[in-house]
């Protein structure tokens, strides 16, 4: 079993900056990448970035191109969302996921094997 826990969610205005973490921990083996995604209130579950945990290669939704960093501390086993420019939009509870031993879809929730309790972020105008 593998536990998520992610951090550092809050209240942002318009223009600001967030960096969220998430820790994994338990049996962590075989893990290929772990991904961000976000759920805004009634919509589906949606890519936000993920990092491949070998290589280092990072993969970007197209709406956070420039102004969002992906990043990995593989040691601690920790993933970060640096989080730059954030707008209104951006409003959303924040899920981290890891995936194990299949190096593809990145980007498909469905291909994630655990995830964390989720953190809010929300961005005023």
């Known amino acids: 079993q593998v536990q998520l826990v992610e951090s550092g969610g809050g209240l942002v205005q318009a223009g600001g900056s967030l960096r969220l973490s998430c820790a994994a921990s338990?049996?962590?083996?075989?893990?290929?990448?772990m991904g961000w995604f976000r759920q805004a209130p009634g919509k589906e579950r949606e890519f936000v970035a993920a990092?491949?945990?070998?290589?280092?290669?990072?993969y970007y939704a197209d709406s956070v191109k420039g102004r969002f960093a992906i990043s990995r501390d593989n040691p601690k086993n920790t993933v970060y969302l640096q989080m730059h420019s954030l707008k209104p939009e951006d409003t959303a509870v924040y899920y981290c996921?890891?995936?194990?031993?299949?190096?593809?879809?990145?980007?498909?929730?469905?291909?994630?094997?655990?995830w964390g309790q989720g953190t809010q972020v929300t961005v005023s105008s």
């Open positions: 996921g890891l995936k194990r031993y299949y190096y593809n879809n990145y980007d498909s929730p469905a291909k994630y094997d655990y």
């Open positions: 338990g049996r962590t083996f075989g893990t290929s990448a």
């Open positions: 990092i491949d945990w070998s290589s280092g290669r990072t």
